[in-house]
């Protein structure tokens, strides 16, 4: 069996840490949700993972409170479970923990679910006298599609009407997050184009980046980063029949590719720059 290690949590274990916590959602929805989890470990909260060679095969993360501290997030990879892993990712939080001055340490988690059999192993009492209530109200959502034309960056106070159009926008932000059970969503292919006031945190809590729809690797076959040219009027006037696959791909193949390779360059350097959560 190849050997595993515990360590501290890093940046470059968020895709891996969702995985996980994906994996945790089969036996019912956490209480703490993938961006809460990331938060809590990013505040500087107590965070480790268990790796496998370059793999994170689990992960706990705590949240304290004084001398108190919920456990966040406590999940194992399906194919490394009842191997000790748990027990000993759970030894080491507690650890860090016991450093903190914290000397409670609670959760909830469903019966079968990834590491109950860790904590009881390691000698977590089940309390079965309580019931766990929640109450969950949908989101408002208004999006801002291509935001990036009415809130670019303003170079001087003389800009033009953009000018004034970011300023009110920037204004109205405020007052629309102080109402509860509101989500503002904001659409752009331009991250970096933005006026940096409204790509603050204070504006903006997350920020995410998607990939492009294709790379140069990709363009000569992908259907949706090149547009076929028409046929030319002869030829739609004298034939009937319907066009072949080998016709859809040879025009695709003639297309000239929509995103070039420095956007592409400009587009990775945003997700670089500005996804956060």
């Given at each position: 069996m190849p050997a595993w290690r515990v360590r501290d949590f890093h940046d470059d274990d968020l895709d891996q840490a969702i995985?996980?916590?994906n994996q945790t959602r089969e036996g019912g929805e956490p209480v703490f949700s993938a961006a809460e989890v990331v938060s809590i470990a990013r505040a500087g909260h107590p965070a480790l993972v268990a790796v496998v060679q370059q793999d994170v095969v689990g992960m706990a993360a705590a949240k304290v409170e004084g001398d108190s501290a919920w456990l966040a997030l406590f999940a194992l990879d399906a194919r490394w479970r009842?191997?000790?892993?748990?027990?000993?990712?759970?030894?080491?939080?507690?650890?860090?923990l016991r450093?903190?001055?914290?000397?409670?340490i609670t959760s909830l988690v469903s019966e079968g679910a990834a590491?109950?059999?860790a904590m009881v192993n390691s000698g977590y009492?089940?309390?079965?006298?309580?019931?766990?209530?929640?109450?969950?109200?949908?989101?408002?959502?208004a999006e801002l599609d291509e935001v990036e034309e009415i809130?670019?960056?303003?170079?001087?106070?003389a800009a033009g009407p953009a000018h004034g159009v970011t300023n009110e926008l920037l204004k109205l932000i405020p007052g629309f997050r102080e109402h509860?059970?509101?989500?503002?969503?904001?659409?752009?292919n331009a991250v970096g184009s933005l006026d940096p006031a409204w790509r603050a945190t204070t504006s903006?809590?997350?920020?995410?980046c998607s990939e492009p729809n294709c790379s140069p690797r990709r363009t000569s076959s992908s259907p949706r980063a090149r547009a076929p040219r028409p046929r030319s009027s002869a030829t739609c006037c004298t034939r009937t029949e319907l066009a072949t696959t080998d016709e859809y791909l040879k025009a695709i193949a003639d297309a000239r590719p929509t995103l070039t390779a420095e956007v592409i360059a400009e587009f990775e350097q945003d997700i670089d720059t500005y996804t956060r959560l």
């Open positions: 995985h996980i916590w009842n191997r000790g892993i748990g027990s000993a990712l759970l030894a080491e939080l507690e650890k860090k450093g903190l001055g914290v000397h409670r590491g109950f059999r009492r089940p309390r079965t006298d309580l019931t766990y209530f929640e109450k969950v109200e949908e989101l408002d959502p809130a670019g960056t303003r170079s001087t106070y509860d059970h509101r989500l503002l969503v904001c659409a752009t903006i809590s997350i920020c995410l």
